[in-house]
């Protein structure tokens, strides 16, 4: 009987370290997880740290190389027109230049003078044929290309300008033979270079106040297109 109980309670006592044994080994790894949970969270947290600040750096990088890029962008565009501003200002200035030299040789006076002659004689038709010629390069004026309503305005006063200086030659010409030539009354050459003077006077007059309105209208063109 002694015996019996005995083994009863050995039986039980090893029970009871099994049950330990199954409570210590059930109860570990809550205790493990409980140890390397916090370390998970930091490093969890960590990394999304690490992923937010590498993001927002690749983010502020592309919107830097896209602000960057329009500024680039805007930078060449305005070299591009300001380029452009300076070749129109070339233009005009040959234009105005050209028309203005027109208006210097044609500004004859009340008289008649060796210099006013020698002017019209020589210089002349170069200055109208400086003026064909700055309105061919007339490229970014484009309103001012000889196809143009504007350009043909010009044209047209070219046209006129080489029929006044044909009129003018030829006036100079009989104006010099007859100045040369022998007659039988001084009176009567005097009044006929008188003539001629008159003439030619009539004519560079007549086409100076064309060639003035051409000029007034040349710079009101040129101050709207560079102003606006």
Same mark, same amino acid.
């Given at each position: 009987? /002694?015996?019996?109980? %005995?083994?009863? %309670?050995?039986?039980?006592?090893?029970?009871?370290?099994?049950?330990?044994?199954?409570?210590?080994?059930?109860?570990?790894?809550?205790?493990?997880?409980?140890?390397?949970?916090? %370390?998970?969270?930091?490093? /969890?947290?960590?990394?999304?740290?690490?992923?937010?600040?590498?993001?927002?750096?690749?983010?502020?990088?592309?919107? #830097?190389?896209?602000?960057?890029?329009?500024?680039?962008?805007?930078?060449?565009?305005?070299?591009?027109?300001?380029?452009?501003?300076?070749?129109?200002?070339?233009?005009?200035?040959?234009?105005?230049?050209?028309?203005?030299?027109?208006?210097?040789?044609?500004?004859?006076? $009340?008289?008649?003078?060796?210099?006013?002659?020698?002017?019209?004689?020589?210089?002349? $038709?170069?200055? /109208?044929?400086?003026?064909?010629?700055?309105? %061919? #390069?007339?490229?970014?004026?484009?309103?001012?290309?000889? #196809?143009?309503?504007?350009?043909?305005?010009?044209?047209?006063?070219?046209?006129?300008?080489?029929?006044?200086? #044909?009129?003018?030659?030829?006036?100079?010409?009989?104006?010099?033979?007859?100045? &040369?030539? &022998?007659?039988?009354? &001084?009176?009567?050459?005097?009044?006929?270079?008188?003539?001629?003077?008159?003439?030619?006077?009539?004519?560079?007059?007549?086409?100076?106040?064309?060639?003035?309105?051409?000029?007034?209208? /040349?710079?009101?063109?040129?101050?709207?297109?560079?102003?606006?």
């Amino acid at each position: 009987m /002694i015996l019996h109980a %005995a083994s009863i %309670a050995a039986f039980f006592a090893q029970q009871t370290q099994q049950a330990q044994c199954v409570v210590q080994c059930t109860s570990s790894p809550t205790d493990s997880w409980k140890k390397w949970l916090p %370390a998970f969270v930091q490093t /969890i947290v960590s990394l999304v740290s690490i992923g937010a600040g590498v993001w927002i750096a690749a983010w502020s990088f592309s919107k #830097n190389r896209q602000s960057e890029h329009e500024q680039w962008v805007r930078n060449q565009r305005a070299e591009h027109e300001q380029w452009i501003r300076d070749q129109k200002k070339a233009e005009w200035s040959r234009l105005l230049e050209s028309v203005a030299n027109i208006y210097r040789i044609l500004y004859l006076g $009340k008289t008649m003078n060796r210099e006013i002659e020698e002017a019209l004689k020589n210089e002349l $038709k170069p200055a /109208i044929r400086a003026l064909s010629v700055a309105l %061919a #390069n007339c490229i970014f004026l484009e309103e001012f290309r000889p #196809n143009n309503e504007k350009g043909k305005k010009i044209t047209d006063f070219i046209k006129s300008a080489y029929i006044t200086s #044909n009129k003018i030659s030829m006036r100079l010409e009989l104006f010099d033979s007859t100045r &040369e030539k &022998e007659t039988s009354s &001084e009176e009567d050459r005097q009044e006929e270079l008188m003539g001629y003077v008159n003439s030619i006077l009539n004519e560079g007059f007549k086409f100076a106040d064309e060639h003035s309105d051409l000029l007034l209208w /040349i710079q009101e063109e040129a101050a709207r297109d560079l102003m606006s």
